[in-house]
């Protein structure tokens, strides 16, 4: 969310924070009661409040119901508009781009920031996480910021980078945390470790679907032997994950599945107890879906 630059209004009615908003319209399931879950719940939240700020808030493609990204632009004096793929006629590729300068509820102004996006999206349409974070501290960079920060769902990765007394967050080079090590640490928690993991578990899958690549995470409560394995709706071995002795920890393990074909695949987890001859302690299977 940006914060946009248009906040006078009078009103006899309450504001209302819109970051509570946000989060009406991602945590209260199917806040609008059209039987979807999507990107329109956060719309209709933000349509429905005098808001207490002006913003542009994006949304990002929903694979699960196909809901498409979107960016919603509102304040209280021109209401609220949306822009998607159809009337983005600035930015190249299948791409969505805003700063806090509004775009459609006023004439686009000439923001330095939005013009450099753009200007690299015409060279190379593709972004990765890598390069949008080189993108935004290069040709967005501001004149001076407090933090960049970027978070990565499926590496689980999170870039963090704080300004110093002379330079700005964007011109640092980032330290890179993985949330499983930020939240749950190898080290100190050892010994309590089965008060907090108090039973094997597999998750499921995310994002499901997935296209290429997704991530599954399972809790291990004891040192055991655990094998992680994928398998298609033949029941043929399509690859081994994990395969080694682990000691207890909450786990997250990537699939890259750009070599194999769209379709549903299953993933199985086996764990054995080295201590009790091998026997096997717990085994659970779990439905993805590929899609290409």
Same mark, same amino acid.
């Given at each position: 969310?940006?914060? /946009?630059?248009?906040?006078?209004?009078?009103?006899?009615?309450?504001?209302?924070?819109?970051?509570?908003?946000?989060? *009406?319209?991602?945590?209260?399931? %199917?806040?609008?009661? %059209?039987?979807?879950?999507?990107?329109?719940?956060?719309?209709?939240?933000?349509?429905?409040?005098?808001?207490?700020?002006?913003?542009?808030?994006?949304?990002?493609?929903?694979?699960?119901?196909?809901?498409?990204?979107?960016?919603?632009?509102?304040?209280?004096?021109?209401?609220?508009?949306?822009?998607?793929?159809?009337?983005?006629?600035?930015?190249?590729?299948?791409?969505?781009?805003?700063?806090?300068?509004?775009?459609?509820?006023?004439?686009?102004?000439?923001?330095?920031?939005?013009? /450099?996006?753009?200007?690299?999206?015409?060279?190379?349409?593709?972004?990765?996480?890598?390069?949008?974070?080189?993108?935004?501290?290069?040709?967005?960079?501001?004149?001076?910021?407090?933090?960049?920060?970027?978070?990565?769902?499926?590496?689980?990765?999170?870039?963090?980078?704080?300004?110093?007394?002379?330079?700005?967050?964007?011109? $640092? *080079?980032?330290?890179?945390? *993985?949330?499983?090590?930020?939240?749950?640490?190898?080290?100190?928690?050892?010994?309590?470790?089965?008060?907090?993991? $108090?039973?094997?578990?597999?998750? $499921?899958?995310?994002?499901?679907?997935?296209?290429?690549?997704?991530?599954? $995470?399972?809790?291990?409560?004891?040192?055991?032997?655990?094998?992680?394995?994928?398998?298609?709706?033949?029941?043929?071995?399509?690859?081994?994950?994990?395969?080694?002795?682990?000691?207890?920890?909450?786990?997250?393990?990537?699939?890259?599945?750009?070599?194999?074909?769209? /379709?549903?695949?299953?993933?199985?987890?086996?764990?054995?107890?080295?201590?009790?001859? /091998?026997?096997?302690?717990?085994?659970?299977?779990?439905?993805?879906?590929?899609?290409?």
């Amino acid at each position: 969310m940006n914060v /946009g630059n248009k906040t006078e209004f009078k009103t006899d009615s309450l504001f209302y924070p819109i970051l509570f908003t946000l989060r *009406n319209g991602i945590e209260m399931r %199917d806040y609008n009661r %059209d039987l979807s879950f999507n990107a329109d719940d956060i719309l209709d939240a933000v349509r429905q409040r005098n808001r207490s700020v002006a913003a542009i808030i994006h949304t990002v493609k929903n694979l699960g119901n196909e809901s498409d990204p979107m960016i919603i632009e509102c304040n209280n004096v021109k209401g609220v508009i949306t822009r998607n793929q159809t009337n983005n006629t600035v930015v190249q590729g299948k791409n969505l781009l805003a700063t806090n300068h509004f775009r459609l509820l006023y004439t686009p102004e000439s923001c330095y920031r939005y013009s /450099g996006v753009t200007d690299s999206l015409q060279n190379n349409v593709n972004i990765s996480p890598d390069r949008s974070w080189t993108i935004l501290a290069g040709a967005a960079g501001v004149s001076w910021n407090l933090h960049s920060i970027q978070y990565n769902e499926s590496s689980r990765e999170l870039k963090w980078a704080t300004s110093t007394v002379s330079t700005a967050a964007y011109l $640092q *080079n980032p330290t890179v945390f *993985n949330l499983n090590d930020l939240f749950y640490p190898e080290t100190g928690i050892k010994e309590n470790i089965s008060a907090i993991i $108090q039973k094997f578990r597999l998750s $499921q899958n995310y994002p499901n679907p997935f296209n290429p690549t997704t991530t599954i $995470q399972y809790d291990i409560p004891k040192t055991s032997h655990v094998i992680l394995s994928i398998y298609n709706m033949n029941g043929q071995l399509v690859e081994r994950l994990v395969n080694q002795k682990q000691e207890p920890r909450f786990y997250s393990v990537n699939w890259n599945a750009s070599q194999y074909s769209s /379709g549903v695949y299953i993933y199985r987890i086996q764990v054995s107890d080295p201590a009790n001859g /091998g026997e096997d302690g717990f085994s659970a299977v779990k439905k993805c879906i590929l899609m290409k």
